[in-house]
């Protein structure tokens, strides 16, 4: 069985993917955005909190 934060977890990074891909994308067609880079590393940011989080979380005692 997954876990909810797992899925939660695949999901942030294949946001994140996308996010990077866009960034690519709109740097190579020389129209890039001021902002992008901005989200994109909020995103990691995020990621990287999330992990935390999850990773820290207090565990049930048995």
């Known amino acids: 069985m997954v ?3 797992k899925l939660l977890g695949i999901g942030y990074i294949l946001a ?3 996010l990077v891909w ?3 994308d709109i740097t ?3 129209a890039a955005a ?3 880079g901005l989200f994109t ?3 990691f940011i995020g990621l990287v909190a999330f ?3 999850v990773r820290f979380a207090p ?3 048995e």
Request: charged share 10%.
């Open 59 to 61: 565990t049930k005692e």
């Open 16 to 18: 994140i993917l996308l």
């Open 41 to 43: 590393a909020m995103a």
């Open 22 to 24: 866009e960034l690519i």
């Open 28 to 30: 190579l067609h020389s």
């Open 34 to 36: 001021p902002y992008t």
């Open 51 to 53: 992990y935390l989080f």
């Open 3 to 5: 876990s909810f934060f």
